[in-house]
């Protein structure tokens, strides 16, 4: 008998689980749209397979599996990517028990891992299933296949028709509601709700290739974040293309709020090889401060039609209705402007200061991560005199008046060179076991 699986059950459970755990594993590496969500699926299912297996082989060597702790701690392993599986394998190879038929030398575990065998009628609808799956994922999630079957389904008169009343959208949230013009398809995909933000990316009908139209609407919620730095990153990109140019930040009104707004203009290029011609475009930025987090509103089309479509976005603007203001949670307060000015000179300057006191450390002054919560520290704890000195009175008093509490950092630290850690993605990297 095989000393890993001997029973239909058992062995078509762990074989089919494998193959979904290695399959789930792929997916969370692929950046296809649909992925994730396939992954989703597909982990938990493999685990109850292998784990469905384990409790199978052991009830058939006359054991008890419910009453066995190192049936519950392979079950716990068993979630682990890799080397979960493998330790239900080597539980089952060594917990032979009493089965009726035994070998006079029991296989070595790569051999019995070897004759794992599954039904192939079994294994086929598995692939199968899993192909539709992630076929079915692909076409509901990619904008490409949207875009067909958008052109496909509209009649050409729907293409060329002037802004209407739309139909009415509310983002996830209910951060903001809109109107969308007729026949221009949304996506609600081109985002990251893990890290706070929410919108639409709306795309106008009967455009191809690299005459594309985009309006997108999106708020963004994290609490360290800033229309300042938005901004800043626009004007001050780390990997700007050749020939870009942009125009300078004026003042805006949007749904009664003030707003600045910023236009680049930049070349599209086609893929190496196309032939596509290149496509002259300007991307128009209009950022709302809002209460907590900020809206930005984006116009993107190429140069010869956007007058166009700029009907379009105005009636978008038109029909955009913020939510209530979010209010600020939290009890930590923001650091003061003058010092957000000295951290900016402090991580734009090419020189590195040393502390000598009291372990000699280098400020990584050329940037890195700064989490989003400063530090607060007791008069016994202050070393500052033996590395700088003796300090005016009133210059420590004033030192120690503002760092006897935590402030709050957000990402007004104007430098390309720095970003903020906010508190929940470090929280998250300690769940996943270290700090990236």
Not at 99 to 122: I, Y
Not at 147 to 165: D, K, S
Not at 302 to 312: A, C, E, F, G, L
Not at 363 to 371: A, E, K
Request: charged content about 20%.
């Amino acid at each position: 008998m095989s000393t890993i699986a001997s029973t239909a059950v058992g062995s078509n459970a762990i074989v089919i689980g494998l193959m979904g755990h290695a399959a789930a594993l792929l997916m969370a590496m692929l950046p296809g749209a649909g992925a994730e969500c396939l992954f989703t699926m597909l982990y938990p299912l493999s685990w109850m397979l292998i784990v469905l297996g384990l409790y199978k082989e052991l009830h058939h060597r006359s054991l008890r599996p419910l009453g066995a702790w190192r049936f519950y701690a392979a079950c716990g392993a068993a979630t682990i990517p890799v080397l979960g599986p493998l330790s239900v394998l080597i539980t089952l190879h060594r917990m032979q028990g009493s089965s009726t038929v035994k070998q006079d030398r029991s296989p070595g575990f790569f051999s019995s891992l070897a004759g794992l065998r599954a039904n192939s009628l079994l294994i086929v609808l598995f692939l199968a299933l899993l192909f539709l799956l992630f076929a079915m994922l692909s076409i509901r999630n990619d904008p490409y296949f949207k875009r067909r079957a958008m052109e496909t389904i509209l009649p050409e008169a729907a293409h060329a028709a002037g802004p209407a009343e739309g139909t009415a959208f509310v983002s996830e949230g209910k951060y903001f509601s809109i109107h969308i013009p007729a026949g221009w398809e949304k996506d609600e995909n081109v985002l990251s709700v893990a890290h706070k933000e929410y919108g639409v990316r709306l795309r106008a009908p009967g455009l191809k290739e690299l005459g594309y139209v985009l309006i997108d609407i999106v708020y963004y919620g994290e609490q360290h974040r800033t229309p300042e730095r938005f901004i800043f990153d626009k004007l001050n990109p780390a990997w700007g293309a050749p020939g870009e140019e942009r125009g300078p930040v004026k003042d805006a009104t949007v749904a009664g709020m003030q707003a600045k707004t910023v236009g680049i203009r930049s070349t599209r290029h086609p893929i190496a090889g196309i032939g596509d011609a290149p496509v002259e475009a300007l991307e128009q930025y209009i950022v709302v401060p809002a209460a907590r987090g900020f809206f930005v509103l984006l116009f993107n089309a190429p140069v010869h039609i956007m007058q166009d479509y700029r009907r379009n976005f105005e009636a978008v603007l038109q029909s955009f209705k913020p939510a209530a203001a979010q209010a600020a949670s939290g009890t930590v307060e923001e650091v003061t402007a003058e010092e957000y000015r000295v951290y900016t000179d402090f991580f734009n300057t090419a020189e590195v200061p040393v502390i000598e006191a009291p372990v000699p450390v280098s400020f990584p002054s050329r940037g890195g991560l700064v989490y989003e919560r400063t530090s607060s520290i007791r008069k016994n704890d202050l070393e500052l005199e033996k590395a700088f000195g003796k300090l005016p009175p009133s210059l420590l008093a004033d030192y120690i008046r503002r760092n006897e509490k935590q402030s709050s950092l957000k990402d007004r630290i104007l430098s390309q060179k720095v970003h903020i850690l906010s508190e929940a993605a470090m929280e998250d990297m300690k769940k996943k076991g270290g700090l990236g």
